[in-house]
């Protein structure tokens, strides 16, 4: 099983394509739901791993395929110029799942 990186920056592909890992750049909001559910239907894929700043162009989409699908595991992650998550996204997600506010 593999990675798949969704970035949308140069410096992030490279930095995973040493580590071993493929991915695609988009920077539009159509261009990351294409990606997103193009990666979602790769076999081999295990985990998605997104940038920060592409999850906030589409975050509905994002939350909607981490609740519903099993595999495979979509990771959000920081690129170099990240400023950081918002103070409430684990909580959101929670309660996004589960229903229940913390």
Same mark, same amino acid.
């Given at each position: 099983?593999?990675? !798949? ?5 140069? @410096? ?14 988009? !920077? ?9 559910? @193009? ?20 975050? @509905? ?8 699908? !099993? ?7 920081? @690129? ?23």
């Amino acid at each position: 099983m593999k990675f !798949h990186l969704i970035s949308d920056n140069i @410096d992030t592909i490279v930095g995973m394509r040493l580590a071993g890992i493929s991915g695609v750049l988009v !920077h539009e909001k159509e261009e990351v739901q294409t990606a997103l559910y @193009d990666a979602t239907k790769m076999e081999d894929v295990a985990v998605i791993l997104i940038t920060e700043k592409l999850v906030s162009l589409c975050e @509905d989409l994002v939350y909607e395929l981490k609740l519903t699908n !099993h595999k495979p595991l979509i990771v959000e992650i920081p @690129d170099r110029h990240s400023s950081g998550r918002t103070k409430d996204s684990i909580t959101r997600y929670v309660r996004d799942a589960i229903g229940l506010k913390i």
